[in-house]
């Protein structure tokens, strides 16, 4: 059921709205005496429309609207005014109102521009996760079977409720695939909340994750909703969950069990359907040795996994990922559009992405955009301590350390190349064989068996 939010400073026509509005559309309603409190319970509390009086005392409708815009709130507002004035209420649509009516309208079209704004929502939040999927999901974009093999098992997690686990290294856009999860299944149209735990101090993760009650701590001066109230019917995010303090690991196993919040300060507890999706880049089992999480909890998290695999495993994917954040950059900074020369792209594959994954892969194509005004990117502009890396940063996963002998090096480097070939040829031994000028596809497999390569 909608909420809506009336946000009038004479309380007979906000309360007589929230009567007709429930009473005619079936709508939950809330009711705020002016502008500083109805931007309160909006950043407390999950609203999907706002009728907004532009004629109030201290904070007036129009503040109410540049504040929203200025924190990216998408919440649709129509806004009703008693003056007849239509340069104000072309001055509130400007602010990002979604439209306006005349306080003598009869409820039954405000009813209507209700049901309107909200199917408007509904339609942004589609296009959303359209442009999501098409513009900005890196880790999707890729045609090598470590993305595939991923992009298989989310579409088979997507639509159920059960929570999913996600690991990864920094960088590899765990959360990007969160919200894949929560888009193609059937919360899509619901909130997606994400909370980063590894930020929250450990005095403010309870409240955060569960809310609080007036009064449960100093400064607590009023109710709050907390993250898994907010993403009720939808999805919640957990990034670094490995940071969460024992004592939020407790409650949070409690809600993955029998699905109640209970508020700090409360002994009420509130029924919640939140599916929740996890994500760290530590090693879970080697935390719940050193007994600094919970091994029930791990069980609970850990029942479905989606590995997010590093860029380095997929190297093939390289060039693809490299065009996509091409296009995008050039689009960001009002630039005509750039190509990658065949040379720029096969040094780019050459480098392994240990230190930030995607997310070094598109830092580094928006500095080849900036660095250069020619119609192509060539290999020279790639910046010099991306060049020499790939004698230095395969230490992370290969068998030698960083600075190793020539010998060493060489040995790095030559796995690394043959592991690049064979993402571009999808493993195809003859094919790849053929690429890289070997006699036959035997001579490739002894040069995969001395460095261990797989499919």
Known sequence: MSTVLIIDDVPALREQYAYDLERL????TRTAGGGAEGLQMLADEAVDCVIL?????????????????KHRNRVPVIVYTGTG????????????AYSFIAKDEPL??????????LSWADLQIELGRLRRQSGDDSPLIGESRAALAMKQQIDKLAGIPAPVLILGESGC?????????????????????????????????????????????????????GAFE??????????????????AQAKL???????????LGSHQGQKVDTRVVAATNRNL?????????REDLLYRLNTHIVRVPPLRERLGDVPLLAEHFLALTCEKYGVRQRRFLPETLTRLQSYDWVRNNIRELRNVVERLVIAGDEETIAPDLIPADLVAAPATTAGRDEETEPGGTLKEQKVTAERRIVLAALERNDWHITNTAARLGLADHSSLLKIMRRHGLKK
Not at 25 to 28: A, D, I, N, R
Not at 236 to 246: A, C
Not at 285 to 293: I, K, L, P
Request: some cysteine; hydrophobic content about 35%; overall charge negative.
């Open 173 to 225: 856009g765990k959360e990007l695939v969160a919200r894949r999860l929560h888009d193609a299944g059937e919360r899509g149209k619901r909130p997606f909340v994400a909370v980063n735990c590894a930020a929250l101090p450990d005095t403010m993760v309870e409240s955060e994750l569960f809310g609080h009650e007036r009064g449960a701590f100093t400064g607590a001066d009023r109710q709050r909703k």
């Open 230 to 247: 907010t993403a009720h019917r939808g999805t919640l995010f957990l990034d670094e969950i490995g940071e969460l303090p024992p004592a």
């Open 25 to 28: 559309g079936g709508f939950t």
């Open 285 to 293: 089992d080697n935390e719940v040795r050193q007994g600094r999480f």
């Open 85 to 96: 004035s239509y340069d104000r209420c072309v001055r509130a649509v400007k602010l990002g």
């Open 53 to 69: 009086d532009l004629e109030m005392p201290g904070v007036d409708g129009f503040e109410v609207l540049a504040t929203l815009k």
């Open 253 to 263: 196993l409690r809600v993955l069990e029998d699905g109640i919040v209970t508020r």
């Open 108 to 117: 039954e079209r405000v009813v209507r521009e209700v049901e309107n704004a």
